[in-house]
């Protein structure tokens, strides 16, 4: 038997797989989500994004394991800031904490697991010094010695690599020419590494699942202004605060989109990727919720939106040729370019009226506000064409249209043109707004 959900998921995830093959992808794993054990549930994903055709960087983080090696040998951890202060004993236990989260990574990348994404798999892993460095030299009085900061990444090296179908891992550690090893962040890295390879996103993974305000509530989208906005008001955990900056800088020097997702629920990273909402926050330099005029092109669209409510009875059938006809009277509001609502604005000439028609959004996102925002829009453009009120024919949704203002009216209260058009078997109650 088939699995209707099954068939919806594939055919959602299916536009995104065709957009991402090619596409450089720079993720970045934080060395909290390496001890919690959950990587080996995210390597399994990385392998099936890497086999459909995605170019994955991964950077790596390694602070916990850090701290653990100096705990070993019984160094002091020190900070500046939000940076260690690293001295050459503590250069000795990042170079041990490193080598040591690098094999762990490296092995759940090429163990084959039976009944996963792994299965079968010969995904290669590809290393080397790929990040030169620099030290950050003395900040405020104190001297980082080897903490040090990105200088360049060979993106020609990383490309190459990158194009052979290998997955590439860059840890938090860089080299300078003199031959010197340095203590790197595994943001900078990685954002570094997307603005030189000019990725298509840049990923954190982080605990909360992505950014949780003080209320609880994840933001799913945000642009750069309310991610800093949110930032500045101390809004999200101490992780999410560390990663965002990056998220936000690297979004504003041409990354198409930014995101943190989760890095211990399973199939996050996925869901994120490959569904329409996601499952963490997804930084923009726009809003993802645009209204437009429609076009030729959008028949397809507005058919497939009104036609499940001609069917219902809700909405009066029209035709692809009437469709066709009026497309310019339509507006649309899209969400990342897919198309959610539709409104259309029919005006009478010489009478100040016009009638709202055909305000539908798709079942899945009828309680985003998006059919307040067609409403809110028709209404703006109808006073700036001199319309002084509007009027909606409905069946259906009374209470919705009475909510917000509309009031119900005789058919003899219609413009004389739409009169003659009234539908008595149908029975639409007339609804009008003084605008």
């Given at each position: 038997m088939l699995k209707p959900e099954f068939v919806l998921a594939f055919r959602e995830a299916a536009p995104y797989i065709h957009a991402y093959r090619g596409k450089v992808f720079v993720i970045a794993v934080s060395g909290e989500c390496l001890a919690a054990n959950h990587f080996s549930r995210l390597a399994q994903d990385l392998n099936l994004l890497v086999s459909l055709g995605v170019r994955i960087v991964l950077v790596h983080g390694a602070r916990p394991q850090i701290d653990a090696q100096l705990a070993l040998r019984g160094i002091t951890r020190r900070f500046h800031g939000a940076r260690r202060v690293t001295d050459s004993h503590t250069m000795t236990a990042v170079k041990a904490a490193i080598g040591e989260a690098r094999h762990n990574i490296e092995a759940q990348l090429t163990m084959?697991?039976?009944?996963?994404?792994?299965?079968?798999?010969?995904?290669?892993?590809?290393?080397?010094?790929?990040?030169?460095?620099?030290?950050?030299?003395?900040?405020?009085?104190?001297?980082?010695?080897?903490?040090?900061?990105?200088?360049?990444?060979?993106?020609?090296?990383?490309?190459?690599?990158?194009?052979?179908?290998?997955?590439?891992?860059?840890?938090?550690?860089?080299?300078?020419?003199?031959?010197?090893?340095?203590?790197?962040?595994?943001?900078?890295?990685?954002?570094?590494?997307?603005?030189?390879?000019?990725a298509e996103k840049l990923i954190f993974l982080v605990e909360d699942g992505g950014l949780v305000d003080k209320t609880g509530q994840l933001h799913p989208s945000i642009t750069i202004t309310e991610a800093k906005a949110l930032l500045d008001a101390g809004q999200g955990s101490a992780e999410v605060s560390v990663c965002l900056p990056w998220a936000i800088r690297a979004t504003e020097q041409g990354i198409s989109r930014s995101h943190l997702v989760s890095g211990s629920?399973?199939?996050?990273?996925?869901?994120?990727?490959?569904?329409?909402?996601?499952?963490?926050?997804?930084?923009?330099?726009?809003?993802?919720?645009?209204?437009?005029?429609?076009?030729?092109?959008?028949?397809?669209?507005?058919?497939?939106l009104i036609q499940p409510l001609e069917e219902q009875g809700v909405l009066v059938r029209r035709s692809r040729e009437h469709l066709e006809m009026d497309i310019q009277r339509f507006t649309l509001l899209e969400h990342d370019s897919k198309v959610f609502g539709c409104v259309a604005l029919y005006p009478f000439a010489g009478t100040g009226m016009a009638e709202l028609a055909c305000l539908?959004?798709?079942?899945?996102?009828?309680?985003?506000?998006?059919?307040?925002?067609?409403?809110?829009?028709?209404?703006?453009?109808?006073?700036?064409?001199?319309?002084?009120?509007?009027?909606?024919?409905?069946?259906?949704?009374?209470?919705?249209?009475?909510?917000?203002?509309?009031?119900?009216?005789?058919?003899?209260?219609?413009?004389?043109?739409k009169r003659q058009h009234y539908n008595g078997e149908r029975r639409s109650k007339v609804f009008i707004k003084t605008l």
């Open positions: 084959g697991m039976p009944n996963s994404p792994m299965h079968g798999a010969h995904l290669r892993v590809a290393g080397g010094n790929y990040v030169t460095a620099q030290p950050l030299g003395v900040l405020d009085g104190v001297d980082m010695q080897y903490a040090g900061q990105v200088r360049r990444v060979d993106s020609t090296s990383l490309s190459a690599r990158l194009a052979a179908g290998e997955l590439v891992l860059l840890s938090p550690i860089g080299y300078s020419p003199t031959g010197e090893a340095f203590n790197l962040t595994m943001e900078e890295i990685a954002y570094q590494s997307a603005l030189a390879l000019k629920e399973d199939g996050a990273l996925l869901v994120e990727l490959f569904t329409h909402f996601g499952s963490g926050t997804m930084i923009v330099r726009q809003s993802l919720v645009q209204l437009r005029q429609a076009s030729i092109d959008d028949i397809g669209s507005l058919l497939a539908v959004v798709a079942p899945e996102q009828r309680t985003a506000g998006y059919g307040e925002m067609l409403l809110q829009a028709l209404e703006t453009q109808a006073k700036k064409d001199g319309i002084q009120s509007l009027f909606v024919l409905t069946t259906r949704t009374a209470h919705w249209f009475v909510e917000r203002g509309f009031i119900e009216s005789d058919p003899q209260a219609l413009p004389i043109e």
